[in-house]
C-alpha cells in the first residue's frame, strides 16, 4: 500500500540571522560559510518562541491545504531532537494547541536529520496496522537547533538553523511508497545536549559526518529504487537533507546525474535537521514544482548515525 501526501506546511521562527550577521560575533565570514556550505542565512528561535507553535503553525497550513481540519487527524507523530520539553513530547505539544481528538495518539521519534523520515515511515506503519479512529496522519520534523549551539564553536554554529515542516498523510494505492531505514551506532561523530551528559552542545567531526554522507546517501538511492524496481531516470527530483551544498555536489557527480535533479535550499534555512526535508517539499509545492504522477526521492542522513531514503509519488 503507497502513501499520499495530502498537504503539507511549513513555518520559521520571525528571527532571520545573516552569515554577515553572524560574523560580527563569531570569527567566520559569509564568504567561507557559503562557498564551504552554500549556507547564506537561518532562522533562530527569539525569546518565547518555541518548537510546538512552530509545528502547530506548519501543521495548520498542511491541514487547510489537505482541505481537512483538526478533527480528521487520527495519529500526530513528530521528529525533533530539540523539543521544549523533555516530556511531553512535541506530538502532545502539537495535539493540544491544534486542539487534535483524543483518539488519536501522538508521540515523538528521535533520529536526528533522518527523523522526519522515519516519523513518516513510522506513521505508514501505524496507518496500516493499528486501529485509528481516521486514516489521516499528521507527521511533523520541527528543531530549534540554536538551543543547543556553542556560539563559541565556529565549526557548527553557522551550519544550523531552527524550524518546522509538516504533511499530512493517507495510505493509498494509486501512490506507490519505498521506505528503507538504517543506523549505525557511532555516538561520537556527532552528538548534543542530554540530560546524561552535562554538556548541552552540538559536537561534529564535520569530515567524518561529510565522508559519510556522501557514501550513504547514493547507497540509500539506490536501495530504495531497488525496492521500487525503479531507476534514477525514472525520478523526477531528489530531496536531501539540506546540511551542505557540497555534499549534494558530491552525490550529484558520484551518480553523474543532472544537477538540477537535486533540490537546494539551505541557503534560505542552513541546516535545520528533521524540518529539513518537510520544508523543502513545503517550497516544491507552493511553487507548483511538484505535480500529480511526480517521484520524489527523499534522502536523510544525520546523528546516530542514521540514515533513511523514501519514494514518494506526489
Ligand atoms: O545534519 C548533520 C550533518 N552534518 C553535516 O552534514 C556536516 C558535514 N560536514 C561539512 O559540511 C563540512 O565538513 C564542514 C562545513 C562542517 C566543514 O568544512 P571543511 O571543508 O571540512 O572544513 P574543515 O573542518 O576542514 O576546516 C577547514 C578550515 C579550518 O581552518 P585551518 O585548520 O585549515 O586553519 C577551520 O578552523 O576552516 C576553518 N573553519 C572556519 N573558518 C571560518 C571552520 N569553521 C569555520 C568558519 N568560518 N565557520
Known amino acids: 500500500m503507497g502513501l499520499q501526501i495530502l498537504g503539507t506546511g511549513r513555518a520559521v521562527p520571525s528571527r532571520c540571522v545573516t552569515n554577515d550577521d553572524l560574523a560580527k560575533t563569531v570569527d567566520t565570514s ?28 506548519a501543521a495548520r497550513l498542511a491541514l487547510a491545504r489537505a482541505g481537512l ?14 523539543a521544549d520539553h523533555a516530556t511531553p513530547s512535541l506530538a502532545c505539544e502539537a495535539h493540544a494547541l491544534l486542539g487534535l481528538p483524543e483518539s488519536a495518539p501522538a508521540f515523538d521519534v528521535n533520529a536526528a536529520c533522518t527523523g522526519f523520515l522515519t516519523a513518516l515511515e513510522t506513521a505508514r506503519c501505524f496507518l496500516a496496522a493499528s486501529h485509528l479512529a481516521s486514516p489521516v496522519a499528521l507527521v511533523i520534523g520541527a528543531e ?16 544550523f538553523g531552527d524550524g518546522a515542516g509538516a504533511a499530512v498523510v493517507r495510505l493509498s494505492d494509486a501512490h506507490p511508497y519505498a521506505c528503507r531505514l538504517g543506523a549505525r551506532g557511532d555516538v561520537k561523530l ?51 537533507h539540506q546540511a551542505n551544498g557540497r555534499i549534494i555536489d558530491h552525490v550529484v557527480k558520484k551518480l553523474g546525474v543532472p544537477a538540477g535533479k537535486f533540490y537546494k535550499n539551505m541557503q534560505r534555512y542552513a541546516n535545520t535537521s528533521a524540518a529539513s526535508i518537510p520544508l523543502a517539499l513545503d517550497e516544491l509545492f507552493e511553487t507548483g514544482t511538484l505535480r500529480p504522477g511526480m517521484r520524489v526521492v527523499c534522502v536523510g542522513f544525520g546523528a546516530g548515525l542514521t540514515w533513511g531514503g523514501a519514494l514518494v509519488t506526489i
Open 190 to 240: 556527532l552528538h548534543a545536549g542530554g540530560a546524561g551528559s552535562g554538556d548541552r552542545f552540538l559536537h561534529m567531526d564535520g569530515r567524518e559526518v561529510f565522508r559519510f554522507a556522501t557514501d550513504i546517501i547514493p547507497r540509500t538511492i539506490h536501495a530504495v529504487l531497488g525496492d521500487a524496481g525503479l531507476s534514477l531516470d525514472d525520478v523526477d527530483l531528489v530531496v536531501c
Open 30 to 57: 559569509d564568504e567561507w560559510i557559503a562557498t564551504r556550505t552554500g549556507i547564506r542565512q537561518r532562522y533562530f528561535c527569539a525569546e518565547g518562541e518555541t518548537v510546538a507553535a512552530l509545528s502547530a503553525e
Open 144 to 159: 530549534a537547533v540554536s538551543r543547543v549551539l556553542d556560539f563559541a564553536d565556529r565549526s557548527t554554529c553557522v551550519l
Open 69 to 82: 481540519s483538526a478533527a480528521d487527524v487520527g495519529l500526530c507523530v513528530a521528529a525533533t531532537f530539540t
